[in-house]
């Protein structure tokens, strides 16, 4: 007899005794296993994180106003300790350009993301980490970028959770007034490499007596879009409405603006949020690029 299959045996034998010892109810067993297969994040990893961005951010006065706000809308915490986020994001030009429609689930802690389409939930697209992929039956099926989308909705929606993380600089503005408030005003850049569009920025508005974000101009440099240096003029989007999700804050409707003065001018796109919900029973393998996707 081999080596080879001496070991085999003797592994294998080893395996069926350690099954033998375990005495445990099947049904334990299986839910040990479902909750192996689960992509959880565990609760020592969390607690880590969001001390490690409490004291980032608190160190600076721009950073303060980010974490008050963080707390005013749920807290960091209880952002992370939900798991995968899931909302329908439903952009609408009212130029009759483009509209972008899709139910998304979002692994906030990791940046993946998951779409299907709201017209043909067959047709999907999504950013594993590492790769952009889509999956569609009709070439048509998404008339727009889906590299830049995969991770957009939540840049846009997911204020102020979205700046615990390396590469963000903050810079505390002037005070302003807007909605007939006093805000406290904050501008978000980039280091250099920080995701698909580093020379993006964005000046956050907040009440400065609830510490809830009312407001946020911007600009779009994606590279793909504009040469180095380029990009749209500066953007002014209100943000609607706030809902809880399971105690995290978070706006049902966006609409944006050119900026004028500092202030909304032209309204350009209703941007429609729904559908929300925290999803934290999802395989492991979610996120992967499904058989028969194209990776871009």
Request: proline letters at 5%.
């Amino acid at each position: 007899m081999s080596n080879l299959l001496k070991n085999t045996l003797l592994i294998s034998l080893f395996v069926l005794v350690l099954s033998c010892k375990d005495n445990r109810p099947l049904n334990t067993r299986v839910q040990e296993e479902v909750v192996q297969n689960l992509d959880i994040i565990p609760e020592s990893w969390i607690i880590n994180r969001v001390k490690k961005a409490e004291i980032r951010l608190t160190a600076s006065e721009a950073g303060k106003v980010i974490w008050n706000a963080m707390e005013a809308h749920g807290g960091l915490k209880n952002w992370y300790s939900k798991g995968p986020l899931t909302f329908r994001f439903n952009y609408q030009p009212l130029d009759g350009s483009t509209q972008r429609d899709s139910y998304q689930v979002v692994d906030i802690w990791r940046n993946r993301a998951v779409h299907h389409s709201a017209a043909d939930s067959t047709a999907s697209y999504g950013w594993t980490g590492t790769d952009h992929w889509v999956k569609a039956k009709d070439s048509t099926a998404f008339a727009y970028d889906t590299k830049f989308w995969a991770m957009t909705p939540l840049y846009l929606m997911g204020f102020p959770f979205v700046l615990d993380g390396e590469g963000v600089n903050l810079e505390v503005l002037p005070q302003s007034n807007y909605l007939n408030t006093t805000n406290d005003v904050v501008k978000v850049t980039f280091d250099p490499g920080t995701g698909d569009a580093p020379d993006d920025y964005y000046i956050l508005h907040f009440d400065s007596q609830t510490h809830q974000l009312i407001g946020t101009r911007y600009i779009v440099s994606y590279p793909e879009y504009f040469k180095k240096g380029d990009h749209l003029p500066e953007k002014f989007m209100e943000v609607g409405p706030l809902v809880s999700v399971d105690g995290i804050l978070l706006p049902n409707q966006l609409k944006t603006h050119w900026t004028v003065d500092g202030q909304p001018g032209e309204y350009l796109t209703l941007i429609e949020i729904s559908d929300y919900g925290f999803k934290g029973d999802l395989p492991k393998v979610y996120f992967n690029m499904p058989e028969g996707a194209k990776k871009l």
